[in-house]
């Protein structure tokens, strides 16, 4: 017995550890997507990829249920496919036997994701916020020659990086006024706390409603940053809070409601994990098996964990705006974890 249980659940974390690296893959890239403009402050793609991949965290978080979901369906499938179900069955095991591994890889997934949505969730999101406020409010030094960076208007290119932000034959362009147009030419220059000091150059000035040009010529010459980054005061967000600081009360109410429909939705969201496993393994082992209804039965498991993870995100978003659905989303959980308790113990 204890064999076969490890058999079974070895196969099930193998298969959700595959699923899972391939549909969080997959939701990385489409997330990761709308952070591209990063690439746009000179920053590598190796760091692209570190700020990014905080994002995994979250995305896991969604994924493993459904993953383990599907992974259990394959693994009993499997099991039928082979006529080894039949086997076991006339050897004497019950339903329950092939029930057990299943429930101890639930109870793994469910307690790292109480783990996850404790702390390390906002841990990751608080390292995601840092990266993020860096990156739009300082410079950081370029991986190779060209754009040191360029924003509002503001483009700064450098042909040499001698290193530690010193920067050899600069050209500027000022384009935030569109009346004039500065550009900046100079042998030298640094960075330093977002201050750009440049040495021995010189300044053009293209005035487009007179069209005069002017040129001035400058030993040293500092350019304020800060007013280009339009540097803002950080500010912690909702994802970021550990779940005693989501009941806190906020000034603004509306964050209030957004924090505690998060409190609730992390107290849920793990139960999930351990809802859809449980109807994939009722599905392929409840009825008697019939290779002409094992698609069906496939396609009827995926329909349910969409339109009920659907449900059940659709409630949790409304929790946010009106506190008196986040008891419905306790009733959809609690709701589901009986009626299945009630069908596996009629196996």
């Known amino acids: 017995m204890r064999s076969l249980s490890s058999i079974i659940f070895f196969r099930i974390l193998r298969t959700t550890i595959y699923s899972t690296i391939s549909l969080a893959f997959c939701a990385w890239i489409v997330q990761s997507s709308r952070y591209l403009w990063v690439l746009n402050n000179s920053i590598g793609f190796s760091k ?50 092939m029930l057990t591994p299943l429930l101890q890889m639930i109870t793994i997934v469910v307690g790292y994701l109480y783990v996850s949505n404790a702390y390390v969730s906002p841990n990751a999101w608080r390292e995601f916020r840092s ?36 920067f050899g034959n600069l050209f500027i362009v000022d384009a935030r006024n569109s009346e004039k147009v500065y550009s900046y030419f100079a042998k030298s220059g640094t960075i330093k706390d977002n201050i750009l000091i440049l040495t021995n150059g010189e300044r053009i ?81 409840l009825a008697p098996y019939t290779r002409k209804h094992s698609s069906f039965r496939m396609t009827l498991l995926i329909a349910i964990v969409v339109l009920f993870q659907g449900s059940y995100f659709w409630i949790a978003n409304a929790a946010a705006k009106t506190p008196q659905f986040n008891a419905l989303n306790y009733a959809l959980i609690i709701f589901s974890i009986v009626a299945l308790v009630a069908i596996a113990k009629k196996m």
């Open 48 to 97: 692209f990829l570190k700020f990014t991949s905080y994002l995994s965290v979250d995305i896991i978080a969604v994924i493993v249920p459904i993953a383990l979901a599907i992974s259990a369906a394959f693994v009993y499938h499997r099991f039928n496919e082979s006529n080894q179900l039949i086997a076991l069955q006339a050897a004497g095991f019950s339903p329950r036997v």
């Open 205 to 285: 000035e293209v005035d487009f409603l007179t069209r005069q040009n002017s040129v001035m010529h400058f030993q040293s010459y500092h350019c304020d940053l800060k007013k280009i980054l339009k540097v803002q005061k950080k500010s912690a967000q909702p994802n970021e809070k550990y779940l005693n600081e989501l009941l806190q009360k906020c000034e603004d109410e509306s964050l209030s409601k957004i924090q505690k429909a998060l409190f609730h939705q992390k107290i849920t969201s793990p139960l999930l994990a351990g809802i859809f496993p449980i109807i994939s393994f009722l599905l392929i082992m």
């Open 131 to 166: 990266i993020e406020f860096n990156i739009k409010n300082s410079i950081d030094p370029p991986e190779k020659t060209g754009a040191i960076f360029s924003n509002n208007g503001f483009s700064v290119y450098a042909q040499k990086y001698i290193g530690d932000f010193f």
